[in-house]
């Protein structure tokens, strides 16, 4: 249904949730749309509504769409209630009308899961597909060790699709001219870049499992990977002509060591030496300190313990430096060395540069707990982000949702994107994800399912609202084992068949999967279309492959109809190869019989053809309205030069001919009829000419 011209859309929202703001700087903050509201078995009221007057009445159903209508006073207090449909998050279109009478009717479509509408967002639908079955069919019998490297692997994959579709989404809006449509694509890059955030870090924690060391590397790679504006402000730092002497100099610096990029702090520190030789002894003590902090490493083989000693002599080491006032010269490198030595206050000071809370907390942790254990997180990510929002300002829903990673509260996790994020392709993928790293076994759902199933279950749901992504819903249906398969037959039996290519796509699905049920149900759809558009061999095809036997009846009459006003048959191709699907009834028996008959006459093959001829009338096969066709096909046979039927064969023809003309209603109408009586009277000769040229010739043949 379209939108009307003079009304704006509906919008109905379940809940409230603030907005996901903090992603990464200069980007916009990504729209939150709202949970599912639970199914309502009848129409539904909205509270505030006055029954007696206006009111708006809603309906959740099966077609993944919500029709609600605004009620105006009616007379006689007449209520009109709209169809219902189901919906998932947020999202609606709009389409509306009016009976003119008392008041005007609107009727709303609200649609389930919008995002599968976003033409940019196909990628991310239709790449992450692969990912997903790939990993459904996935060796189980592999080693720990190597499944543990292909789920990161897969993970890998996912996020890669992500920032291919976000960066796709960018271009997107640098590309248009549209305003509007240039709001509605950096929403999405918004949401993208939350989504990619939010998944890097369940890697980090969850998937990959780092242990403590790696951990922290693991979360400055994360923070470095989605902090946008860097690269930046450094190009334009060292394209300018003095480069220490730029404004932005020592914020460049000050975020390459917030971030633990220490080559790259030198390197620029390096230009600053150059610039003021008095300052040279200061660049090389702080550069030598800078060389020599320990930092955890994948490939070394040092014990925690070593690693801490080391950290240890070398924060010991900058506290001198600090304490006799090495730096007191240049508050910018004293201000380095304080961040070395993981002075709160002094990282706090530059929280302008960091932007987020989990920068902040990275950052610390990098300058006093390098060796953080996974479950110590919790208490560090909690103070962070206590000491870097102050009073001021309170968590949004993309804080709860990290603050629920780092506390290793996955099933919150779920819950919160469930509620923030705008589509289930997220949480049904890293749920899908999650349950393969044997993270969410013991968590059933009250009803049966457990998560995972559930959130594949509306996924694939809101991908069969969409004209051509049904197809991807139908492997994310087979891979949900309890409820599926129920799914997906609900799902395809409400798939507009618009072509004949679209439902032999659906027919097949149906055929794969043995649901016998569906398969009839399409092939009499499709057959009763076919008939009503008068294409009688389609809709014949059709009730065959329904093993439809009482429509197969109805077209075999049609096309026998259609060959008395015509003389020719149609779909001479579809009746000559009926083979076995001949024996569907006994109406489609004789037409492909019949058919044969015609062949057999066209080949000069007389004798066969006077046989199935006589048979078709005899084995009482043929409707009893078309023996008169039957008998006028004798005709021709009757007059050949050679004796076609025998003495016993041209009495059965007789008797045949007799019995179409002794009923009451038969007789009235042949003798009404010229025409019919005209036949009549032909054949009677013609049978009384050939049985006198059959006596003649079995006598002479006795009398020799």
Same mark, same amino acid.
């Given at each position: 249904m379209e939108e009307p011209d003079a009304e704006p859309p509906l919008t109905v929202r379940?809940?409230?949730?603030?907005?996901?703001?903090?992603?990464?700087?200069? #980007?916009?903050?990504?729209?939150?749309?709202?949970?599912?509201?639970?199914?309502?078995?009848?129409?539904?009221?909205?509270?505030?509504?006055?029954?007696?007057?206006?009111?708006?009445?809603?309906?959740?159903g099966p077609a993944e769409m919500l029709l609600c209508e605004t009620l105006f006073g009616r007379r006689g207090g007449e209520r009109r209630r709209a169809p219902g449909g189901s919906a998932g998050p947020a999202g609606c279109g709009a389409a509306g009308g009016g009976d003119g009478a008392a008041g005007a009717a609107r009727v709303f479509v609200v649609r389930g899961d919008r995002d599968v509408y976003v033409e940019t967002l196909r990628k991310l639908f239709n790449e992450s597909h692969g990912i997903f079955v790939g990993l459904q069919r996935c060796e189980e019998e592999r080693a720990a060790r190597a499944r543990n490297a292909q789920l990161?692997?897969?993970s890998k994959n996912y996020r890669s699709v992500i920032r291919a579709c976000m960066e796709d989404m960018h271009q997107a809006a640098i590309s248009t001219r549209d305003s509007a449509l240039q709001s509605q694509y950096s929403i999405q890059v918004s949401i993208l870049s939350a989504m990619e955030l939010i998944w890097n870090l369940c890697e980090i924690l969850f998937v990959e499992a780092a242990p403590a060391g790696p951990l922290l590397l693991r979360l400055l790679d994360w923070v470095q990977l989605h902090i946008c504006d860097v690269d930046n402000m450094v190009r334009e730092v060292l394209s300018s002509e003095n480069p220490s002497k730029h404004k932005l100099f020592w914020n460049v610096v000050d975020i390459f060591v917030l971030q633990g990029r220490m080559d790259e702090a030198r390197h620029l520190l390096s230009k600053e030496a150059i610039a003021n030789p008095t300052s040279m002894n200061m660049y090389k003590i702080l550069d030598d300190l800078m060389k020599k902090m320990p930092v955890p490493s994948l490939?070394?083989?040092?014990?925690?313990?070593?690693?801490?000693?080391?950290?240890?002599?070398?924060?010991?080491?900058?506290?001198?430096?600090?304490?006799?006032?090495?730096?007191?010269?240049?508050?910018?490198?004293?201000?380095?060395?304080?961040?070395?030595?993981?002075?709160?206050?002094?990282?706090?000071?530059?929280?302008?540069?960091?932007?987020?809370?989990?920068?902040?907390?990275?950052?610390?942790?990098?300058?006093?707990?390098?060796?953080?254990?996974?479950?110590?997180? #919790?208490?560090?990510?909690?103070?962070s982000m206590d000491m870097f929002l102050g009073e001021e300002s309170s968590p949004e829903p993309l804080d709860t949702i990290l603050m629920a990673a780092f506390e290793f509260e996955l099933h919150q996790v779920i819950k919160e994107c469930s509620v923030a994020l705008s589509n289930w392709w997220f949480v049904a993928h890293l749920t899908d994800l999650l349950d393969h790293c044997k993270l969410l076994q013991s968590h059933n759902l009250y009803f049966g399912s457990n998560m995972r199933e559930f959130l594949l279950l509306e996924y694939a749901s809101g991908l069969f609202s969409h004209h051509s992504l049904w197809q991807l819903g139908v492997d994310y249906f087979d891979?949900?084992?309890?409820?599926?398969?129920?799914?997906?037959?609900?799902?395809?039996?409400?798939?507009?068949?618009?072509?004949?290519?679209?439902?032999?796509?659906?027919? #097949?699905?149906?055929?794969?999967?043995?649901?016998?049920?569906?398969? #009839?149900?399409?092939?009499k759809i499709m057959a009763m279309k076919?008939?009503?558009?008068?294409?009688?061999?389609?809709?014949?095809?059709?009730?065959?492959?329904?093993?439809?036997?009482?429509?197969?009846?109805?077209?075999?009459?049609?096309?026998?109809?259609?060959?008395?006003?015509?003389?020719?048959?149609?779909?001479?191709?579809?009746?000559?190869?009926?083979?076995?699907?001949?024996?569907?009834?006994?109406r489609l028996t004789f037409l492909g019989k019949y058919r044969e008959f015609h062949r057999l006459y066209g080949e000069k093959r007389f004798s066969e053809a006077a046989r199935l001829l006589l048979m078709l009338m005899t084995a009482h096969i043929a409707p009893c309205s078309f023996w008169m066709t039957l008998l006028t096909d004798a005709l021709p046979l009757l007059e050949q030069k050679e004796v076609i039927f025998s003495a016993e064969q041209t009495y059965e023809l007789m008797r045949c001919l007799e019995d179409l003309t002794a009923g009451k209603l038969d007789r009235q109408k042949f003798q009404d009829d010229d025409v019919e009586t005209m036949k009549v009277e032909m054949l009677r000769l013609a049978l009384a000419r050939n049985l006198a040229r059959v006596i003649v010739k079995e006598g002479t043949l006795e009398g020799s």
């Open positions: 379940a809940g409230a949730a603030g907005p996901l703001r903090r992603t990464a700087p200069g #980007r916009p903050s990504p729209h939150v749309a709202s949970s599912p509201p639970p199914p309502a078995p009848f129409p539904q009221v909205l509270p505030g509504a006055d029954p007696a007057r206006t009111q708006l009445c809603f309906a959740w990161v692997q897969v490939g070394n083989t040092q014990t925690l313990t070593e690693m801490e000693l080391k950290w240890q002599h070398w924060h010991e080491e900058c506290q001198r430096y600090l304490q006799d006032g090495t730096f007191a010269s240049n508050s910018h490198m004293e201000s380095i060395c304080k961040i070395l030595l993981g002075d709160e206050n002094a990282i706090l000071e530059k929280k302008e540069l960091m932007t987020t809370w989990y920068h902040f907390l990275v950052t610390r942790l990098l300058y006093s707990h390098p060796t953080v254990k996974p479950m110590e997180l #919790r208490f560090y990510a909690q103070s891979h949900c084992p309890e409820y599926g398969r129920v799914y997906l037959e609900l799902h395809i039996e409400r798939i507009p068949l618009n072509t004949e290519q679209k439902a032999l796509k659906v027919l #097949r699905i149906c055929e794969q999967r043995q649901m016998h049920e569906q398969v #009839r149900s399409i092939c076919a008939l009503r558009n008068n294409r009688l061999g389609s809709a014949l095809s059709w009730s065959i492959r329904a093993k439809d036997a009482a429509f197969a009846t109805l077209i075999s009459d049609r096309f026998l109809k259609d060959y008395c006003e015509r003389g020719c048959f149609s779909d001479l191709d579809l009746i000559d190869n009926l083979g076995p699907s001949m024996l569907l009834s006994d």
